[in-house]
């Protein structure tokens, strides 16, 4: 019990030491606005997209297992979209709160946090184990994270009530453009149809991708400051409940369904034990949706989510 106690907690507290620096730089101003918004960008659109496209072009897939560990998650994703509606129409929301409530239930922050705890977790694996879990989830978040966009964006919007042509049309847009969709569906068209990269342009894009996360979790850190809770707490909670406790609970109960090895139930529990995606406010911000209650979701389910993710860590 002990080692299993100090490995979760060597795996998730570099993590969460990390946002709790980033959010007291931006406190004292060592970080500011204009410069969390230059390491969002700078991660958004350079970090996270190198490193996905990398990790996704050099590894040797198992199809059969990371099919199953993506249908696990999808499955139970739309299972808390199913629930976040239920308990907003329980609830009496508004609609410009219902879209962003709903969102926050089931959008995970897969790749700022989800990753990094995994990639944490699994340092002290045999190297071939620990290659094997990393290509499953590389190759779950290059289909997933699509997904989450498409489904994030029509639940706003139907939360919304005047849509408009404009607003559809820029929120097409969005999604075409996204930098981490457009890495992913590269990265599998490139493995598929090109050879190795050149060695100069994987080292680079590797040497990139490495500091995506470490920045990352310090962006999230620094944007939580931001965030007000406001009259919003118990919708939230509720929110996180959905997100950080019900979403693996079901997980599970889809993995020992279709009978998935440990590796493979540790992926798929990690990203749904993972808090609400950082993004989910600027989404929210942009659709018109009720975005203070998405930066209150972001800042509960990202404290809480130490539990979710350390109970997944000391069972797996």
């Known amino acids: 019990p002990d080692n299993i106690a100090m490995e ?27 410069v969390v918004t230059g390491l969002n960008g700078l991660v958004f ?9 990398y990790e996704i072009i050099i590894a040797e897939y198992n199809y059969s297992l990371a099919g199953k560990t993506f ?12 629930a976040g509606y239920i308990v907003a129409f329980l609830l009496k929301m508004p609609g410009p709160s219902v879209g962003a409530f709903v969102q926050g239930a089931f959008r995970g922050n897969l790749y700022y946090i989800g990753l990094a705890v995994l990639l944490y977790s699994i340092a002290d694996y045999n ?65 598929f149809i090109f050879p190795p990269l050149p060695l100069a342009i994987s080292r680079t894009l590797s040497e990139v991708g490495q500091i995506s996360l470490p920045l990352a979790l310090i962006a999230v850190g620094a944007a939580l400051v931001q965030s007000n809770l ?27 369904l279709l009978n998935l090895g440990p590796g493979e139930t540790k992926v798929a529990l990690i990203m749904l034990a993972c808090p609400t995606a950082a993004v989910s406010y600027v ?26 993710l350390g109970i997944v860590l000391a069972v797996y």
């Open 127 to 191: 190297p071939v184990d620990a290659e094997r879990i990393k290509n499953i989830a590389i190759l779950v978040l290059a289909f997933i994270i699509p997904i989450y966009n498409f489904l994030a964006v029509i639940i706003l919007l139907a939360g919304r009530q005047r849509l408009g042509r404009r607003v559809i049309l820029t929120l097409s847009r969005q999604i075409v453009t996204n930098p981490l969709i457009i890495a992913c569906v590269a990265g599998l068209i490139y493995q």
């Open 8 to 34: 979760v907690l060597n795996t998730l507290l570099p993590v969460f030491f990390m946002i709790a620096l980033g959010a007291f730089l931006h406190r004292i101003k060592f970080l500011s606005d204009e």
């Open 230 to 256: 406001g009259s919003s707490v118990l919708w939230s909670v509720i929110a996180t409940v959905i997100k950080i406790a019900f979403a693996p609970v079901v997980g599970l109960l889809f993995a020992m």
């Open 45 to 53: 659109w350079v970090g996270l997209p190198s490193l996905l496209f």
């Open 283 to 308: 989404m929210a911000e942009q659709l018109g949706a009720d975005e203070k209650l998405s930066a209150a979701i972001v800042t509960v389910s990202t404290v809480l989510s130490i539990i979710s």
């Open 71 to 82: 249908l696990v998650i999808l499955a139970a994703t739309i299972l808390c979209v199913v």
